[in-house]
């Protein structure tokens, strides 16, 4: 059993990769005993935090700096549709009077903490409920009514985006609900109900960390590179009659660097050492829908995924196209919950045995992660 003083520790560990790998481990081990008293056929929301949690570690860990970011930063070639032709001629002439190496680390030191700074928020949130969830759902038949009503009562009512929890009082309903479902298939559907009530939930609360990421490296070339550069500032007051403003300009330059890293940089680590692109126009999804999700007759769960999916009747190809819009990312989320539940190899082990133990003893190991 996962003991809450545990979780607490993890929470309070200081140094990031390493709380980060300990979040990992946790996760796993949350998600193999939420099967046990939910269903160990269908992968649960820790169960897909587990992968979720390992592929944030990259960033946290500075592993993973795409090529693309550093083209970006120097040639900034790509850029330049959206802003017109008097930004990019003043882009042109300033960008090579900045560091941009020094903007890169900066924005890779800036993008790893807001990573680390998410993935220990929603940690300390969820992990306490679902130790909480599991210990009740253990106990007796005849006791287990009367648990579950004080743990769904001791939530914050609200929505999410306001500091509620009304969201996970829906969620856990439903996976006690789909504990006690006999019929596959009702089963399968509540398991992804809860899911994806989980996912809105803690995505809406990862907004402002996901926001500042992806904006890091905008932010940071724009108002400490070439922003403070005197041409660039009085080109602006020359030019705000005629409707080019800084504000416009840097807007523009954000959205097409979002989308830019979201078609082409972004993935999620899975087992068996796939990554699965967020982004682009061709999604390799491994498996068609589960024959349990396909003709879904759950009202609650088809009104939820229709905020975000047209056409329920298959897996779109496409991925997310701006992953800071939480719409976006809540359709691609959607989607994955409901493709891969069924895929047993999710709930395999995030590390090497090796790595394991290391991470149980406090320790960042050196391989296996």
Not at 267 to 288: A, E, F, H, K, Y
Request: with cysteine; charged share 25%.
């Amino acid at each position: 059993m996962v003991t809450l003083e545990e979780i607490a520790r993890i929470t309070d560990e200081a140094d990031p990769v390493l709380r980060n790998l300990r979040i990992t481990q946790c996760y796993h081990d949350l998600s193999a005993a939420l099967a046990r008293v939910i269903d160990a056929g269908n992968a649960n929301w820790s169960t897909f935090a587990t992968w979720a949690s390992k592929t944030a570690g990259l960033s946290i860990r500075s592993e993973e700096v795409p090529e693309l970011f550093l083209s970006l930063l120097t040639e900034g070639a790509r850029l330049r549709p959206r802003v017109g032709p008097v930004f990019s001629w003043i882009y042109r002439h300033t960008a090579a009077k900045v560091d941009v190496f020094q903007q890169a680390r900066d924005t890779i030191r800036r993008v790893s903490q807001e990573v680390a700074d998410g993935n220990r928020k929603v940690f300390a949130e969820l992990a306490p409920l679902f130790a909480q969830f599991i210990e009740l759902m253990a106990a007796p038949p005849a006791e287990r009514p009367g648990c579950l009503d004080r743990f769904l009562a001791s939530l914050r009512p609200g929505p999410s985006d306001r500091d509620g929890q009304d969201a996970l009082r829906q969620a856990f309903s439903n996976y006690a609900a789909a504990a006690a479902e006999t019929d596959p298939g009702s089963r399968a559907q509540l398991i992804l109900l809860a899911n994806c009530q989980i996912g809105l939930h803690e995505q809406t609360r990862l907004q402002d960390n996901i926001q500042d990421a992806m904006n890091a490296p905008v932010a940071e070339m724009i108002t400490e590179g070439i922003g403070r550069l005197l041409a660039i500032r009085l080109a602006f007051v020359l030019l705000r009659p005629f409707g080019v403003s800084r504000a416009r300009a840097r807007a523009a330059i954000q959205e097409d660097w979002q989308c830019l890293v979201t078609r082409l940089s972004m993935g999620l680590s899975l087992p068996g050492g796939r990554v699965l692109p967020l982004g682009g126009d061709s999604i390799p999804w491994p498996n068609q829908i589960p024959e349990t999700l396909r003709r879904l007759t759950n009202a609650e769960l088809n009104a939820l995924l229709e905020r975000f999916d047209d056409d329920l009747g298959r897996l779109r190809t496409q991925g997310a196209r701006n992953w800071s819009r939480l719409q976006d990312r809540m359709g691609f989320i959607c989607e994955l919950f409901r493709a891969e539940q069924q895929s047993v190899n999710l709930f395999d082990a995030p590390f090497s045995p090796a790595a394991t133990a290391a991470i149980a003893e406090g320790l960042v190991p050196d391989t296996g992660i």
